[in-house]
């Protein structure tokens, strides 16, 4: 292999690793949690009546923008797009530089893009998770607030200054939102299209009617805490009965493609028939598309939602 391509390899992936790591500095320690939030609130539109995204890249780049957002990390969409080039400059060039080879150094870029989509998918969802068990324990919260006198608007800015994070979070938003006098309908719709849950789905449904019809508040919220508290111990129930089968899932997912790569790299010119072959080309589309489809099958079985 040249020296200069050498270069230019190792020069592109250094000045991406800084620059990404200079945006995830300036992201987490140049900004107060105040200016934090602010960020986080101009990200993402005020409801979800705004004109969707337009072709794939846009798609994409909504896609990816609300994954940031709902990950609850402070980070911006440009240092987290840095992290995938980065990653795939610094693993397509290791692949390069070991086996002098186009395709291999192309499924090390390929790896490497994806492997900080994993980190954010387990933050969303730990957060997603967090809210959900603070969920009941907020309605609650409310409730004791309107009983005690106080007006929904404020029982909203009591329970995210009172309230466990990450939920008061959102409550404050929310709470700015109403100060600043957008009605409750249009914060309430703000709400679900940032936290995509069927309990933020009832409870925004369940204040926009009390607005506009009246009634028990504090009641309605007792009740609603208990049944999503039931909802909550019926999905732990479905989890603990379908553990096994997610794990013999995850197993047989990573089993194809960690052998494959393991020949890939250890075993080059007896795997290197599958990419280089017409034959072997056929027969690993099919075996990709299968356990595409045979993924998303299992997944769908064990959904409980």
Known sequence: MELPIVVLLCFAAITSICLAVGLLVRDLVGADS????????????LARDEQPAVGVTGRLDAALERLV???????????????FVAGGLLVGGAMWLWTQNVPAAAAGALIGMALPLPILVVYRRRRINEIREQFPNMLDLLSRAVRAGESLDQAVALAGQKGPEPLARELRRCARQLEMGLSMNAVM???TFRLRLMEVRIFATTLAVHRQTGGNLALTLERMAGVLRDRIAYHRQIRAATAAGRFSAVMI???GPLLFAYMFI????????????????????????????????????????
């Open 34 to 45: 105040r200016s934090g939030q602010a960020t986080l609130l101009r990200r993402l539109p």
């Open 69 to 83: 957002v709902e990950s609850g990390l402070d980070w911006s969409v440009m240092a987290v797009a840095l992290l």
């Open 189 to 191: 719709r703000a709400l």
């Open 253 to 255: 997912g990573m089993a």
């Open 266 to 305: 250890f075993q080059y010119e007896y795997a290197s028939r599958l990419v280089t072959m017409p034959l072997g080309q056929s027969l690993l589309a099919v075996a990709v598309a299968l356990e595409i489809v045979g993924l998303i099958w299992v997944v769908r079985l064990l959904d409980t939602d």
